[in-house]
C-alpha cells in the first residue's frame, strides 16, 4: 500500500498572509512558502508569522523549502524561521526563481541570518526535493518569476496553484501554463489541487496587465508639462517596466525612490527581467537639478505606509521632493484591504498641496494579479483534479473558491474545507482531517523577539489612556512615608494640568496608606494594591479615564 501523504497548514487559510504549508511522507518534510502578514494596528509588533513550533520540534526531518515568487505573504517569515533552525543548529536549502531567491537573499541579510544553500529554479524545471517529484510551471502574477509546483507524491499528484492569474498578454509574455497542467491531467491525472482562493469572489476575469501601459502614456500626455510621481509595489516589476516605457516614450528621466524600489529594481535589471537604459535614469539627489516638466518619479507608498516615500511627501516632510499644484500623482495600485483609510488620508494631504490624483477608481491604472471566478475555474478545468482545496484567502474568499469548484460538478465529498492548522491526510481512500496544529498568530517586533498577546495589550492601554506611576516609600521601623509619594504620568491628562492632577493622587493615597500604616502592615504586595485602588479610585471618579497604573512600594 502506498505510504499516505499529510498536509499541514500553517497560515494564509483564513487571511490573506503568512502563506505557509507542509507536504510530507514517510515523515520527510518539505515546506511549501513561508510567509508573513503585515500587522493591523498591533504597536510595536514588526510582522506576525504563523506558529512555526511544530516545525521547528521536526527540525530533523525538514528536507527543504520552496517559494513560489517573491511576495511578503510567501517569503516574509524566511528570516525568522531560520534563525530559529540556526539555534537548534538546523538549516534549510531554499527553492525558488532566481528573482524570488534574489528577494530572499537581500531579506536574510538585512535580517542579519546567515544565508542558507539558495537552488534556482527554471520555467518547467524537473527535479527531485525531498522525497518528492517535482516540476515547476510557469505562472502570471503582480511580481515576475511565479511558479506553480507540481508535487509527484506516493498518492498521485498534488498541484499547488501558487498566486495566478490568466493573462493572455503579460509583459514578458510569460503565461500561466495550463497546457502543461492539461497533458499531466491526461497523462495519469491531478490528484489534489491546491488553488489561489484571493478573487473567487469576483466574477469574469481580471484585465491583462498590459493594458495599463496604454492608460500610464494617456496620464502622461494629459499632464504634459507637470511633474508626475507613480506611487506601486516595488516588486512590481512589470509596472515599473510600463512606467518606464510611459517616461522614456514621453522624454522624461525616471527617478526610482525609496530603499525597496530601488533594491527590486536593481536586482530585476541584473537578471534582465526589466529593461530599462541608464541613460534615462537620475537618483533622488539629482532631482534638484531636472527640470520637473521632464521627470517621473517611480515610488513606494500607494498603500499609505506611514514610513514611505509617498507618505512623507504627503506630509511635506520627503527629503528631496515638495509636492505641489505642478504635480500629478497616480496611483497605480489598489488599497489593500484594511489599508483604504490610510490611502484615503494620503488622497486628502496630497490633494492640500495642490497636487493632481490619478488613482485606480477613476481610471485603468491598475489591475489584480490574482485570478478571478472564470480564470479558476479554468484552472480547474485544466487540471480535473480528484480532489480540490481552496489555499490563499480569507475566510469568506476560501468559501466561494469552494463553491466555485462545486459548480463545476464537483461533488461535496471532493472538495474539502480548510483552515489554519489544520492537518490531512492523502490515502487511496480520499483527503481527511486528522488533526490541528497551533495556529495562532505568532507577533515579532523587528528585532524578531516574540510579543505575546499580554504585552500587545499593554501597549494598547497605554496607547488609548496613559499610565500613572505612583512610587511610595516607606520608613519601616516607625511605618511613615519617607516622604510624600512621587507620581508621574504620560498621556492621561492634558501635560499643563498634570501638576494638579498628581498633587490629587499624591493625598489620596497618603490618605488610603494612613491607617494600615499605623496599625503595622508593611507587605509590600498589600501597601501596593491599597496604593493602586487609591489611584484609580481618583483617576476613574474625577478624570473618567483608564489609564496604566504602576504603583511602585519600597520599604526601608
Ligand atoms: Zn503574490
Ligand atoms: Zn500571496
Redesign the pocket.
Known amino acids: 500500500m502506498a505510504a499516505s501523504v499529510h498536509l499541514t497548514f500553517f497560515g494564509g487559510l483564513g487571511e490573506i498572509g503568512r502563506n505557509c504549508a507542509a507536504l510530507e511522507t514517510q515523515g520527510r518534510i518539505v515546506l511549501l512558502d513561508c510567509g508573513q502578514l503585515f500587522p493591523d494596528d498591533m504597536p510595536g509588533v514588526d510582522a506576525v508569522l504563523p506558529d512555526f513550533g511544530w516545525l521547528l520540534e521536526r527540525a530533523d526531518h525538514l528536507e527543504a523549502c520552496i517559494v513560489t515568487?517573491a511576495?511578503e505573504?510567501?517569503i516574509g517569515g524566511l528570516p525568522y524561521l531560520l534563525r530559529s533552525l540556526a539555534e537548534r543548529g538546523a538549516t534549510l536549502p531554499i527553492y525558488g526563481a532566481p528573482f524570488t531567491l534574489g528577494m530572499v537573499r537581500g531579506k536574510l541579510k538585512a535580517a542579519g541570518v546567515s544565508v542558507p544553500d539558495l537552488i534556482p529554479l527554471d520555467d518547467h524545471a524537473r527535479l527531485p526535493i525531498g522525497p518528492f517529484d517535482c516540476e515547476f510551471l510557469p505562472v502570471t502574477?503582480?511580481?515576475p518569476s511565479g511558479l506553480m509546483t507540481v508535487f509527484d507524491t506516493p498518492q498521485g499528484r498534488i498541484l499547488h496553484s501558487s498566486?495566478f492569474k490568466l493573462d493572455p498578454t503579460p509583459i514578458d509574455s510569460r503565461v500561466t501554463d495550463l497546457d502543461r497542467v492539461r497533458e499531466m491531467a491526461a497523462d495519469g491525472g491531478i490528484r489534489l489541487l491546491l488553488a489561489d482562493s484571493t478573487n473567487a469572489g469576483s466574477s469574469g476575469s481580471s484585465t491583462s496587465e498590459s493594458t495599463i501601459g496604454p492608460v500610464l502614456r494617456q496620464v502622461f500626455d494629459e499632464n504634459e508639462g507637470r511633474r508626475i510621481i507613480i506611487g506601486a509595489f516595488s516588486s512590481h516589476v512589470h509596472r515599473i517596466q510600463q512606467v518606464a516605457d510611459a517616461a522614456e516614450a514621453t522624454g522624461r528621466t525616471l527617478v526610482i525612490m525609496g530603499p525597496s524600489m530601488v533594491r527590486n529594481t536593481t536586482l530585476a535589471r541584473e537578471l534582465g527581467l526589466l529593461r530599462i537604459s541608464d541613460r534615462m535614469l537620475a537618483t533622488d539627489a539629482e532631482l534638484e537639478d531636472l527640470d520637473p516638466a521632464q521627470t517621473c518619479i517611480v515610488c513606494t507608498g500607494s498603500q499609505g505606509e506611514p514610513r514611505a516615500a509617498l507618505n512623507l511627501m504627503g506630509q511635506g516632510r520627503h527629503r528631496f521632493v515638495t509636492v505641489g499644484d505642478g504635480d500629478t500623482v497616480v496611483f497605480s495600485s489598489h488599497p489593500i484591504p484594511g489599508n483604504e483609510a490610510a490611502v484615503a488620508r494620503l488622497h486628502n494631504a496630497l490633494a492640500r498641496r495642490g497636487a493632481r490624483l490619478v488613482h485606480s477608481g477613476q481610471l485603468g491604472v491598475h489591475t489584480t494579479?490574482h485570478g478571478k471566478a472564470d480564470e479558476l475555474l479554468a484552472l480547474h478545468d485544466a487540471a480535473d483534479p480528484d480532489l480540490f482545496i481552496p489555499v490563499h484567502g480569507e475566510y469568506a474568499h476560501l468559501v466561494a473558491h469552494h463553491d466555485l469548484a462545486l459548480s463545476r460538478g464537483m461533488g461535496e465529498g471532493r472538495v474539502l474545507r480548510c483552515t489554519d492548522g489544520d492537518r490531512v491526510k492523502l490515502t487511496g481512500e480520499g483527503v481527511t482531517h486528522t488533526g490541528r496544529v497551533p495556529d495562532g498568530h505568532v507577533m515579532v517586533d523587528e528585532s524578531g523577539r516574540p510579543v505575546s498577546d499580554a504585552l500587545l495589550e499593554e501597549r494598547r492601554a497605554m496607547s488609548g489612556e496613559g499610565f500613572v506611576f505612583v512610587r511610595v516609600l516607606v520608613e519601616g521601623r516607625k511605618g511613615r512615608l519617607v516622604e510624600p509619594p512621587v507620581v508621574e504620568s504620560r498621556g492621561w491628562v492634558e501635560p499643563d494640568e498634570r501638576e494638579d492632577w498628581h498633587g490629587q493622587v499624591v493625598a489620596e493615597v497618603i490618605e488610603a496608606l494612613a491607617g494600615p500604616l499605623a496599625e503595622g502592615n508593611r507587605d509590600l504586595h498589600e501597601l501596593g494594591r491599597l496604593t493602586r485602588r487609591a489611584t484609580g479610585r481618583l483617576v476613574s471618579r474625577r478624570t473618567g479615564r483608564k489609564p496604566t497604573l504602576v504603583p511602585v512600594v519600597e520599604v526601608r
Open positions: 515568487h511576495h505573504d510567501h502574477h503582480s511580481t498566486d494579479g
